[in-house]
């Protein structure tokens, strides 16, 4: 019988998620599932929460890996802290912005949103407007918007918030392991991010923090959280406590994954983790502009980690992308929404972000362009 998986060619990942994964961590999911109440894998678990609190840089004590993509880390923070009737703003300035009102309005939510044009920034004195206007139990943003290349005033944001009511929430899941995600120092009440973009681990599982506030307003809940696999209520029991009790069976391989993930991050250094995406990040914009090609994003708010680059007049962009994937194995994405047709998203996310991967690209480009 013939196995598809033994002619699988290893493509470099250099699109919006997934990232390219270190061999560590191969290593690490390929080690030998035991029980998901074992108590190794207890231990596992327990490293696990404190890794991910100095990559999230919080105290928060619920701060776990949800199973599921990015996008149940999402729903996750929604579905928890959302009572229908809520009021609740979303910026948006992107395809994840549109996400979450999406998911909040089928909560039953009272959403307000702030839209702003894909590849600028949301812009806090419009929201400092807004905030004026209303109280909210919720306010959303996403850190680092991976449909635009833009990197959101988190921090501006927070401070607008102050004294506020308003539980702040964030997506942070192309942030997280490729800029500083300062949980605690932003006053974030719910963070959510994903393993496939600067963590460099396959797609499958959803780091998530909540402070204090969060898990009061989660507590104080009049209704039932209304998704059984993401409530929190019932999860802190596996994840927390002396007693451990299933919810749900813990994806085993996948959190080994996540956990040297998180290890090689701890070991290498966030600062140094930073530093090397801005190098990088630098070193594919200065490469591209010397081939004539341009930035989408203004330098004041660009990442890092998704670049948004224009594509050149009179090119054929899908051929582009197809001629580097069947030819030079790399894989760049596509634009999204009012953007697709117009740019191209290069990612230098987690191991990805790597001088050598950037000279491989902008060769390869080099040739395919002429
Ligand atoms: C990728 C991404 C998501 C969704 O994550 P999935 O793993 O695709 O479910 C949400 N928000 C942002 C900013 C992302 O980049």
Same mark, same amino acid.
């Given at each position: 019988?013939?196995?598809?998986?033994?002619?699988?060619?290893?493509?470099?990942?250099?699109?919006?998620?997934?990232?390219?994964?270190?061999?560590?961590?191969?290593? %690490?999911?390929?080690?030998?599932?035991?029980?998901?109440?074992? @108590?190794?894998?207890?231990?596992?678990?327990?490293?696990?929460?404190?890794?991910?609190?100095?990559?999230?840089?919080?105290? #928060?004590?619920?701060?776990?890996?949800? &199973?599921?993509?990015?996008?149940?880390?999402?729903?996750?923070?929604? /579905?928890?802290?959302?009572?229908?009737? !809520?009021?609740?703003?979303?910026?948006?300035?992107?395809?994840?912005?549109?996400?979450?009102?999406?998911?909040?309005?089928?909560?039953?939510? $009272?959403?307000?949103?702030?839209?702003? =044009?894909?590849?600028?920034?949301?812009?806090?004195?419009?929201?400092?407007?807004?905030?004026?206007?209303?109280?909210?139990?919720?306010?959303?943003? /996403?850190?680092?918007?991976?449909?635009?290349? /833009?990197? #959101?005033?988190? =921090?501006?944001?927070?401070?607008?918030?102050? =004294?506020?009511?308003?539980?702040?929430?964030? !997506?942070?899941?192309?942030?997280?392991?490729?800029?500083?995600?300062?949980? !605690?120092?932003?006053?974030?009440?719910?963070?959510?991010?994903?393993?496939?973009?600067?963590?460099?681990?396959?797609?499958?599982?959803?780091?998530? &923090?909540?402070?204090? %506030?969060?898990?009061?307003?989660?507590?104080?809940?009049?209704?039932?959280? @209304?998704?059984?696999?993401?409530?929190?209520?019932?999860?802190?029991?596996?994840?927390?406590?002396?007693?451990?009790?299933?919810?749900?069976?813990? @994806?085993?391989?996948?959190?080994?994954?996540?956990? $040297?993930?998180?290890?090689?991050?701890?070991?290498?250094?966030?600062?140094?983790?930073?530093?090397?995406?801005?190098?990088?990040?630098?070193?594919?914009?200065?490469?591209?502009? &010397?081939?004539?090609?341009?930035?989408?994003?203004?330098?004041?708010?660009?990442? @890092?980690?998704? #670049?948004?680059?224009?594509?050149?007049?009179?090119?054929?962009?899908?051929?582009?992308?197809?001629?580097?994937?069947?030819?030079?194995?790399? =894989?760049?994405? %596509?634009?999204?929404?009012?953007?697709?047709?117009?740019?191209?998203?290069?990612?230098?996310?987690?191991?990805?972000?790597?001088?050598? #991967?950037?000279?491989?690209?902008?060769? %390869?480009?080099?040739? /395919?362009?002429?």
């Amino acid at each position: 019988m013939n196995n598809q998986l033994d002619a699988l060619e290893e493509i470099l990942l250099m699109g919006p998620g997934p990232s390219c994964v270190p061999p560590q961590v191969y290593t %690490a999911l390929s080690k030998p599932t035991i029980g998901h109440l074992d @108590p190794q894998f207890i231990g596992i678990m327990d490293k696990i929460k404190s890794l991910l609190q100095g990559v999230m840089q919080t105290k #928060n004590t619920l701060t776990i890996p949800m &199973s599921g993509t990015g996008s149940s880390g999402m729903e996750t923070c929604l /579905v928890n802290l959302i009572e229908p009737g !809520d009021k609740v703003l979303i910026l948006i300035n992107g395809v994840f912005g549109k996400r979450m009102e999406d998911l909040a309005r089928r909560l039953g939510a $009272q959403v307000d949103t702030l839209e702003f =044009e894909w590849g600028t920034c949301v812009i806090p004195e419009q929201v400092k407007e807004q905030l004026g206007k209303k109280e909210y139990a919720i306010v959303a943003i /996403v850190h680092a918007e991976t449909s635009t290349g /833009v990197c #959101n005033p988190v =921090e501006e944001i927070s401070e607008l918030l102050g =004294e506020k009511e308003s539980l702040f929430l964030v !997506d942070a899941v192309t942030s997280l392991g490729g800029i500083p995600v300062k949980t !605690d120092e932003w006053k974030v009440d719910a963070m959510f991010s994903g393993t496939q973009k600067c963590l460099s681990c396959p797609p499958g599982l959803a780091p998530v &923090s909540f402070s204090a %506030a969060a898990v009061d307003k989660i507590k104080a809940r009049k209704t039932k959280v @209304p998704n059984w696999y993401l409530d929190l209520t019932m999860i802190i029991n596996y994840w927390e406590g002396s007693q451990r009790a299933y919810h749900h069976t813990a @994806p085993i391989n996948m959190l080994y994954g996540l956990y $040297q993930a998180l290890y090689n991050l701890m070991a290498e250094g966030l600062e140094t983790v930073f530093d090397r995406h801005l190098d990088t990040h630098r070193a594919l914009v200065s490469s591209l502009d &010397s081939l004539g090609i341009k930035m989408l994003v203004d330098p004041d708010y660009r990442l @890092p980690m998704l #670049n948004a680059v224009i594509i050149p007049e009179g090119v054929d962009e899908a051929r582009v992308r197809k001629q580097l994937l069947n030819e030079y194995k790399i =894989e760049i994405g %596509a634009g999204l929404g009012p953007l697709a047709g117009k740019i191209w998203r290069i990612g230098l996310m987690g191991h990805t972000a790597r001088i050598e #991967n950037v000279e491989r690209l902008t060769c %390869a480009l080099k040739k /395919v362009l002429k």
